[in-house]
């Protein structure tokens, strides 16, 4: 079975600081890992994800993600927070073999916070 | 136009009512998904379809029925409504390949009293 754990349920940060969003992910096959944005009252919005190409993926909104096979990681950066940033991030992993049948498993997300 | 649609938005219902939330894609898609997020956010996978036939069903009790009539739709019916049922449930849609991810509705509030 997969599973996502993304360390920390809120982070905080200020207007034009780091953005930093902790995702381990744990799969007995190669993984695809995926990054999505909920904001309020909406549906989740993908951001970027990795099918095993280039380990360092570059999303939307100048979001990126970097796979780390010997750490089991996929974390999210943003080199500077834009107000508009504030929402819950959802890390998911979907196994790639065919008969798994394209489910997504999410992680319990993180709601970013940002302060003017 | 809206890539995933869901209706409706918000539903509000009685204890043991029988309620339908539809969800339509106009995005080409052969697969579709029925998740349910609960008050923590926490998000899990119910049910999917590919080209109309259920590929994945969770432990997800019987009173839930999903119906694709077409690869396009994908209704969601829950009989006897529980206090336990209120969630947020999103329609997803994706082609078929675990590559692909997904796009979601923008869901549909169910609270039951």
């Known amino acids: 079975a997969q599973s996502v754990t993304q360390l920390g349920s809120h982070v905080s940060v200020s207007e034009g600081a780091l953005v930093l969003l902790r995702c381990n992910y744990s799969?007995?096959?190669?993984?695809?890992l995926f990054w999505y944005v909920q904001y309020p009252n909406q549906g989740l919005q993908l951001l970027l994800k990795?099918?095993?190409?280039?380990?360092l993926v570059k999303g939307i909104n100048g979001f990126e993600a970097e796979f780390k096979k010997s750490e089991t990681s996929f974390h999210l950066t943003k080199p500077s927070a834009h107000m508009s940033d504030a929402a819950e991030y959802f890390c998911?992993?979907?196994?790639?073999?065919?008969?798994?049948?394209?489910?997504?498993?999410f992680g319990g997300g993180t709601r970013v916070l940002v302060k003017p | 136009d809206t890539a995933v649609s869901q209706t409706p938005k918000y539903l509000v219902t009685q204890m043991g009512n029988d309620k339908s939330i539809k969800c339509e894609q106009n995005?080409?898609?052969?697969?579709m998904y029925w998740y349910k997020q609960d008050s923590k956010k926490f998000l899990k996978i119910m049910f999917s379809?590919?080209?109309?036939?259920?590929?994945i069903n969770e432990t997800v009790p019987n009173r839930f029925s999903p119906k694709s009539p077409d690869k396009a739709h994908l209704n969601l019916h829950i009989n006897s409504l529980e206090l336990g049922d209120s969630a947020v449930y999103f329609c997803?849609?994706?082609?078929?390949?675990?590559?692909?991810?997904?796009?979601f509705g923008s869901g549909t509030r169910l609270t039951v009293v």
């Open positions: 998911a992993v979907s196994d790639s073999r065919k008969a798994a049948g394209n489910k997504l498993t």
């Open positions: 990795y099918t095993s190409a280039a380990t």
């Open positions: 379809y590919n080209n109309k036939e259920l590929i």
């Open positions: 799969s007995s096959v190669p993984p695809y």
């Open positions: 995005l080409g898609h052969d697969t």
């Open positions: 997803a849609s994706s082609l078929q390949g675990a590559s692909y991810g997904y796009t």
